[in-house]
């Protein structure tokens, strides 16, 4: 059964960081587009970054130079590095795979998510 579970999020002052994880099973994630979304009370669901089997990284402009994606296929997981946090980054944080090999950030392009992390960004 294919399932992706997230992890790593919580409560951080702003300025503050934070490192997602999204573990997969029951496929090897290496040879897809993986992408983060996040979803904020009141708001609609915002793709943010993706990377592929490559490497290669796509980027939302409000998370740009404060997130990074990355990957570790030995360990099936694909990570968010999140840094300089600000209050409007607070939302609920996805993961999913794409079901094909574009680089776009659109949510009806990715077929399976996980359940979701809390990200809340607050003093």
């Known amino acids: 059964q294919l399932q992706l579970v997230e992890s790593g999020g919580g409560l951080v002052q702003p300025g503050g960081s934070l490192r997602l994880s999204c573990a997969a099973s029951?496929?090897?994630?290496?040879?897809?587009?993986i992408a983060w979304f996040r979803q904020a009370i009141g708001k609609e669901r915002e793709g943010i970054s993706c990377?592929?089997?490559?490497?290669?990284?796509n980027y939302a402009t409000s998370v740009k130079g404060r997130f990074t994606i990355s990957r570790d296929n030995a360990k099936n997981t694909v990570y968010l590095h999140m840094n300089s946090l600000k209050p409007e980054d607070t939302a609920i944080y996805y993961c999913?795979?794409?079901?094909?090999?574009?680089?776009?950030?659109?949510?009806?392009?990715?077929?399976?998510w996980g359940q979701g992390t809390q990200v809340t960004v607050s003093s």
């Open positions: 990377i592929d089997s490559l490497g290669s990284t």
């Open positions: 029951g496929f090897s994630l290496g040879f897809y587009v």
């Open positions: 999913a795979v794409r079901r094909d090999y574009g680089m776009g950030l659109e949510s009806g392009d990715y077929s399976y």
